[in-house]
T-cell receptor, first 115, second 115 residues
Framework: DTEVTQTPKHLVMGMTNKKSLKCEQH?????MYWYKQKAKKPPELMFV???????INESVPSRFSPECPNSSLLNLHLHALQPEDSALYLC??????????????FGPGTRLLVL | TQLLEQSPQFLSIQEGENLTVYCNSS?????LQWYRQEPGEGPVLLVT?????EVKKLKRLTFQFGDARKDSSLHITAAQPGDTGLYLC???????????????FGQGTILTVHP
């Protein structure tokens, strides 16, 4: 089973709202990732968690706040977003100790629209 | 900065034709993944290639990893309308001393197969 789940599937929010995106995997993966993807473009890395600790923040604005409560769950808290933040937000995970593979498995994404 | 040049960017063909997508880099990757993505969905892993010179087949899809692990190709035989989508190559390198890898994505190939 190589399933990463994400909720919600779609989200519409105003610029003053606070919302959260949720990602879950039960594959025993210890690295989890958040990506942002604009239409017809490749995903852009936002954050990496390794063993529940934030390892990479790719200079993401503070209106995006990640959280990793446990090894299976990854959240992305959103506050005071801008319309240009509208995008598909993807979660991914990868297993530890894969040697040279470093394969990442992606969830279905959350389509976010900021009005 | 590692770059992964993917070509062509757009491909529009008739059902039954063959096609090849290329990914080239001046950097060595420890592995390379190919993904297929449909609009509004997350990337789905097609294959991971690890060894220089490796060839993998997945039904009508053939994947090659260059001998020097800097380039890769995806060949589709007798394309079908169901092959339509965004194809992404992604080179992986493990971040030093860590248990996770960072992916460098190509710009993607938008494939349309007409019936």
């Amino acid at each position: 089973d190589t399933e990463v789940t994400q909720t919600p599937k779609h989200l519409v929010m105003g610029m003053t709202n606070k919302k959260s995106l949720k990602c879950e995997q039960h594959m025993g993966h210890r690295a989890m990732y958040w990506y942002k993807q604009k239409a017809k473009k490749p995903p852009e890395l936002m954050f990496v968690y390794s063993y529940e600790k934030l390892s990479i923040n790719e200079s993401v604005p503070s209106r995006f706040s990640p959280e990793c409560p446990n090894s299976s769950l990854l959240n992305l808290h959103l506050h005071a977003l801008q319309p240009e933040d509208s995008a598909l937000y993807l979660c991914a995970s990868s297993p530890p100790n894969m040697g040279w593979k470093e394969t990442q498995y992606f969830g279905p994404g959350t389509r976010l629209l900021v009005l | 900065t590692q770059l992964l040049e993917q070509s062509p960017q757009f491909l529009s063909i008739q059902e039954g034709e063959n096609l090849t997508v290329y990914c080239n880099s001046s950097s060595v990757f420890s592995s390379l993944q190919w993904y297929r993505q449909e609009p509004g969905e997350g990337p789905v892993l097609l294959v991971t290639v690890v060894t220089g010179g490796e060839v993998k087949k997945l039904k009508r899809l053939t994947f090659q990893f260059g001998d020097a692990r800097k380039d890769s190709s995806l060949h589709i035989t007798a394309a079908q309308p169901g092959d339509t989508g965004l194809y992404l190559c992604a080179g992986a390198r493990r971040a030093g001393g860590t248990s996770y890898g960072k992916l460098t994505f190509g710009q993607g190939t938008i494939l349309t197969v007409h019936p």
